[in-house]
């Protein structure tokens, strides 16, 4: 049963935040250039300075294509202490399935023990089994930004990299496949197909990434792959390194 709500929750969580995603995209052709002096919050500290950074860095770099790489590589170094805490939850769950096996056999006929049991293990051990879905759910308020700063930048939707125009969606469905692709690469890489509670979630993210690179601009699925590259090469070069070097020192103690 809790393991069903948890489900239940992971799913509400990702549908509401593809609403949102939707809700603020009903129309490109409706979007305007933001009014600078009477922007409101979300646009003045949000979708503008992302506008502007992307701008700043194609001013140099010559391409928005290469902008966005930039700009994506800044901000997964933000979200790169959600990355760091999201990977020490995982492996975290999948050190504690055995006595989480236990504690299911053992109260198989008293779901309200077992879910206490279960609870009083996380707690002991500090671990927190939704932590796994918290950098994901972060970055749906920046999707939601950098589809905006797109649209709302007339140079941005106007420009061209490779064969594509980032202003509209992919129109031989390249980037979209590549974006469900890379998502799922990233859950098997980072191990998050080892915790029970993340499992669902290997194929419900990619076929919903699908479905949004499929009708979104091209550069909105180009900050996402470039994203899920970037997030794909932290764990492989940086990540999983320190997590065997912290194992190595713990059994050597």
Same mark, same amino acid.
Request: proline content about 7%; hydrophobic content about 50%; glycine content about 4%.
């Given at each position: 049963?809790?393991?069903?709500?948890?489900?239940?929750?992971?799913?509400?969580? &990702?549908? =509401?935040?593809?609403? %949102?995603?939707?809700?603020?995209?009903?129309? $490109?052709?409706?979007?305007? *250039?933001?009014?600078? +002096?009477?922007?409101?919050? /979300?646009?003045?500290?949000?979708? !503008? $300075?992302?506008?502007?950074?992307?701008?700043?860095?194609?001013?140099?770099?010559?391409?928005?294509?290469?902008?966005?790489?930039?700009?994506? =590589?800044?901000?997964?170094?933000?979200?790169? *202490?959600?990355?760091?805490?999201?990977?020490?939850?995982?492996?975290?769950?999948?050190?504690? #399935? *055995? #006595?989480?096996?236990?504690?299911?056999?053992?109260?198989? @006929?008293?779901?309200?023990?077992?879910? +206490? +049991?279960?609870?009083?293990? =996380?707690?002991?051990?500090?671990?927190?089994?939704?932590?796994?879905?918290?950098?994901?759910?972060?970055?749906?308020?920046?999707?939601?930004?950098?589809?905006? %700063?797109?649209?709302?930048? $007339?140079?941005?939707?106007?420009?061209?990299?490779?064969?594509?125009?980032?202003?509209?969606?992919? $129109?031989?469905?390249?980037?979209?496949?590549?974006?469900? !692709?890379?998502?799922?690469?990233?859950?098997?890489?980072?191990?998050?197909?080892?915790?029970?509670?993340?499992?669902?979630?290997?194929?419900?993210? *990619?076929?919903?990434?699908? =479905?949004?690179?499929?009708?979104?601009? %091209?550069?909105?699925?180009?900050? /996402? &792959?470039?994203? @899920?590259?970037?997030?794909?090469?932290?764990?492989?070069?940086?990540?999983?390194?320190?997590?065997?070097? &912290?194992?190595? +020192?713990?059994?050597?103690?």
């Amino acid at each position: 049963m809790q393991k069903r709500q948890r489900y239940v929750a992971i799913i509400l969580l &990702v549908v =509401f935040a593809v609403i %949102a995603v939707s809700g603020c995209a009903p129309d $490109p052709s409706a979007y305007k *250039p933001i009014d600078r +002096e009477h922007a409101g919050i /979300w646009d003045k500290y949000l979708v !503008l $300075p992302l506008s502007d950074l992307l701008d700043w860095f194609k001013s140099f770099l010559g391409n928005y294509g290469w902008s966005i790489l930039i700009v994506t =590589f800044l901000v997964r170094l933000v979200i790169f *202490p959600l990355t760091w805490k999201q990977q020490k939850s995982t492996k975290a769950m999948q050190e504690l #399935q *055995p #006595q989480l096996m236990k504690i299911r056999e053992k109260y198989k @006929n008293n779901q309200q023990k077992m879910q +206490e +049991e279960t609870m009083k293990l =996380f707690q002991a051990n500090n671990v927190n089994p939704m932590a796994g879905c918290l950098p994901l759910l972060v970055q749906f308020p920046i999707l939601i930004a950098f589809y905006q %700063a797109i649209m709302k930048n $007339p140079h941005i939707a106007g420009s061209s990299f490779l064969y594509m125009k980032l202003g509209e969606p992919d $129109p031989y469905f390249i980037l979209p496949l590549l974006a469900a !692709l890379t998502t799922y690469l990233q859950f098997i890489a980072t191990g998050a197909g080892d915790n029970p509670q993340m499992k669902i979630m290997i194929w419900i993210m *990619p076929v919903m990434i699908f =479905f949004l690179a499929y009708q979104f601009p %091209a550069a909105l699925s180009l900050y /996402w &792959v470039y994203g @899920n590259i970037f997030t794909i090469l932290q764990y492989v070069l940086i990540l999983k390194p320190r997590k065997g070097n &912290v194992t190595q +020192e713990g059994t050597a103690r």
